[in-house]
């Protein structure tokens, strides 16, 4: 059983607690920027210092404690805002127990969790508003027992909506705040003197999923500041630099890295949507982004269509190995030879961390033959999140990089040769309490010397480096006994010029073999243009063609046994998590659906437009 240990790479930032978390940096950034962000794209930008952050904080932990909450179960849900991170943060703070609820939960599954997760307080962003009073007024009958919703910003409330003065359950989070103030100039604050045991479960996080399958993972404030301090001791931010926000505050990823942020100084700066992404990096010269594939991804193809359009191809593919010559030598002129491509994401960003899923080997390569330091991560939300990380140390491209600092992993084997493959386990201060109210589930995953089954399938190399082959759960179980992953089939379908997104899986046949199949998502215009005679508007025929072909190309780059029976294309997005992975067996389910309804099997689809079935 091969097993890595993660070293420190330079100095961190340890905090036991939260609460200790808002001192130490009111203490040591107090009148820097923490925040900048708009109530709306069109109005002017707000700036927060974190003396601003940390007041309000306090002011909050107070309030919860003044209204006889403290200590209770306190939930969060909505868009990510200032005041999101003021309330969870304050929860936490106060002693209490914080659970972060999915924004884009329908009705009924967040009724659902308030009911599960026992939530006597809940802090909602404006744009629930109808929601959250249509789940107030069927209390009787749904079962929820919250006893006050706390409303981010009153004022932008949409103007088709009222608020309900003479509903003593309702409550600006401003009226809160300034009880608070009132209460901690005259002498008191919960915050100084709450006793908060550090190895004590204080957030509950639900996994994605349906709610009646969705798991509460139990931390602690020991897994998250843990988890905080090992990403501190191995990527570099410093004081001042702007980080960009887009992954949703819920998402352990994006919740526990700007926590770390916040241990560096740094300012977050809040996007205003998808449409705004490349103006924000501009006008707010952003230096780093945490961030899934799927965005820079995008990006990439931006970026590559430019270079195409502006013909600067040929010498770009001339300087990138002068470029990488010069490295060697500790010349690094990357930011000078590709400025043009670095302007075009606001000419400061240096660092993007992606993770949440995989991607495939050319981005990472590209991005940093560009300039940027681009990093895999890899985690899970039982984990606090992150579990290990590439570093400009040691960044093998196809690999999530080492543990971290403290971290354990473990390859599930009986073989201690590098390179088996196996399930990844880890163990560390990071790993959570355990599933609420869910010993069962627990004890599947939780050994008792404190091994976690994260459920991924990998290997260490000899770097010490993780490599992820797939999950557990969607291998697919050959009729040969062999085993394949569609996560790395799926990198390279993922490669081909149009396609978007590639989703494989296991289908049985008549004879109950197994069949590789695969479904790719395709831009059309962009397929068009990469055919052998370009047309934007290329019917499906030429598109089955092209696809066809590329589909050879990638089959012989695999063992025979893995190769990709049948194939369909689509034009309509996949089935998919609030954090952009598929889910697995809704999305193939939804693809069998279709079949069915058309009377046809893979076999007889291969290589139709799905859509047009």
Known sequence: MPIVVGKPLHEGVRYETMRDLVFGVRENFATRDAFIFRRKPTEAEIHKTYMDFTTDIEYLAEAISLNGFQGGHLGVVGENAYEWMVSYTAILSSGSVGLPLDRLLPEHELVSLLVRGKIEVLFYHQKHHEMIMNIAKNEAENGVKVKKYVCMCTEYLAPNLTWPEDDPRFVDIQTWISEGKKSVEGGSSIMRTVKIDPEQTRIILFTSGTTAMSKGVMLSHKNIMSNV????????????????????????????CEYFMFVRGCCICYSDGLRYIVKNLNEWHVEASISVPLLFENIHGKIKSG???????????????????????????????????????????????????????????????????????????????????????????????????????????????????????????????????NPEATAEVLEKDGWFHTGDMGFLDKKGCLHITGRVKSMIVLTNGKKAFPEEMESLLNNIPGVKEAFVWGAKDEKDAVDICAKLLIDRKVVGENLPVPDTTAGDNAIREYLSAKMKEVNHQMPAYKAIHYFVFSETEMVKTTTLKVKRPQEQQAIEEKLAASGKTMKAANGQNLDAL
């Open 307 to 437: 270079i195409a359009e502006s013909k600067m191809g040929g010498l770009i593919d001339v300087l990138i190995p002068i470029s990488n010559f010069l490295r060697k030598f500790k010349i690094d002129l990357r930011r000078v030879f590709f400025s043009s491509i670095i302007k075009k994401l606001g000419g400061h960003l240096r660092l993007i961390v992606i993770g949440g899923a995989g991607i495939a080997k050319n981005y990472i390569e590209d991005f940093n033959n560009w300039g940027f330091e681009f990093l895999m991560g890899y985690g899970l939300t039982e984990t606090s999140p992150v579990i290990a990380v590439t570093t400009n140390k040691c960044n093998v491209y196809g690999s999530v990089g080492r543990p971290l600092t403290d971290v354990e992993v473990m390859i599930d084997s009986e073989s201690t040769k590098i390179g088996t493959v196996g399930e990844i386990l880890s163990r560390s201060d990071c790993v959570m309490q355990g599933y609420y109210e």
């Open 229 to 256: 301090y090992a990403i501190s001791t191995t990527l570099t931010l410093n004081p001042g630099e702007r980080i960009f926000s887009i992954l949703p505050l819920h998402h352990t990823f994006e919740n526990t």
